[in-house]
Antibody, heavy 118, light 110 residues
C-alpha cells in the first residue's frame, strides 16, 4: 500500500524559505513511471499545482512559481522535498505531496498547513 | 480565476442524477489532453475519482462516470447518496501552465 506523508514547519516567516519533505512508503520513488508532485490549496486560489519530479530526476514547475521553487529527491530515504523561497502571506496554504501517473494524481498525502506570518 | 471553469455548486435529491461540468479551452481540454476528477471531503485530501476522461480507479462505484467533448468535460453521479456530498475538482494539462485544476464544485444532497 502506497502512503505519502508531508512533514515540515507549520509556520514560516515572510521572506524566508518554506521547506517540506514527503516521505513515501510502499513504493520506491526511483522506480516506475511516476511523477512525484507538490500541490497546495488555499481558499483564495483553490488547488494549485506547484511542480513535479520524475523518477529520472527531471523537474517541471508551475510557471507562476518557477523562480522560487525547487523540488528534489533523497532516494536513500525514499523522500522528495519542496523548497519555496521568499514566501509571503499569499503562500499560506495546505501543502500536499502526491504521486502521479499519466497525469492523474492517484495517491495523496494527508496534507500539512503552512502559515506565513511574522 | 481558474483555467478550468466549474460551477460553484450543484445539488440534487437522493436517488437523482447530477452532472458537474468542467470547461477549458484550446490549450488544455480542447487540445486533447485527458481530464481527471477528484472528490474531496472536508478536512481531507482530494481522492482520484476518474482518470483519462472516463476511467474509474479500483473501488470507485460505477455510479460515477466521466465524459469529454471538445473543450469541456463532465462528471455524472447517478443514484445520489447523502455521502456523495463533497467538493469535486477537475484537472487536466495545459500547454502553457502544465497541470491545472478547476475551481471546484460543492455538491449538496437535498
Amino acid at each position: 500500500q502506497v502512503q505519502l506523508h508531508e512533514s515540515g514547519p507549520g509556520l514560516v516567516r515572510p521572506s524566508q524559505t518554506l521547506s517540506l519533505t514527503c516521505t513515501v512508503s510502499g513504493v520506491s520513488i526511483s522506480s516506475g513511471s511516476y511523477y512525484w508532485s507538490w500541490i497546495r490549496q488555499s481558499a483564495e486560489k483553490g488547488l494549485e499545482w506547484i511542480g513535479r519530479i520524475y523518477t529520472s530526476g527531471s523537474t517541471t514547475y508551475n510557471p507562476s512559481l518557477k523562480s522560487r521553487v525547487t523540488i528534489s529527491t533523497d532516494t536513500s530515504k525514499n523522500q522528495f522535498s519542496l523548497k519555496l523561497t521568499s514566501v509571503t502571506a499569499a503562500d499560506t496554504a495546505v501543502y500536499y505531496c502526491a504521486r502521479a501517473i499519466l497525469g492523474a494524481l492517484d495517491c495523496w498525502g494527508l496534507g500539512t498547513l503552512v502559515t506565513v506570518s511574522s | 480565476q481558474s483555467v478550468l471553469t466549474q460551477p460553484p455548486s450543484v445539488s440534487g435529491a437522493p436517488g437523482q442524477r447530477v452532472t458537474i461540468s468542467c470547461t477549458g479551452g484550446s490549450s488544455n481540454i480542447g487540445a486533447g489532453y485527458d481530464v481527471q476528477w477528484y472528490r474531496q471531503l472536508p478536512g481531507t485530501a482530494p481522492k482520484l475519482l476518474i482518470y483519462g476522461n472516463t476511467n474509474r480507479p479500483s473501488g470507485v462505484p460505477d455510479r460515477f462516470s466521466g465524459s469529454k467533448s471538445d473543450t469541456s468535460a463532465s462528471l455524472a453521479i447517478t443514484g445520489l447518496q447523502a455521502d456523495d456530498e463533497a467538493d469535486y475538482y477537475c484537472q487536466s494539462y495545459d500547454r502553457s501552465l502544465s497541470w491545472v485544476f478547476g475551481g471546484g464544485t460543492t455538491l449538496t444532497v437535498l
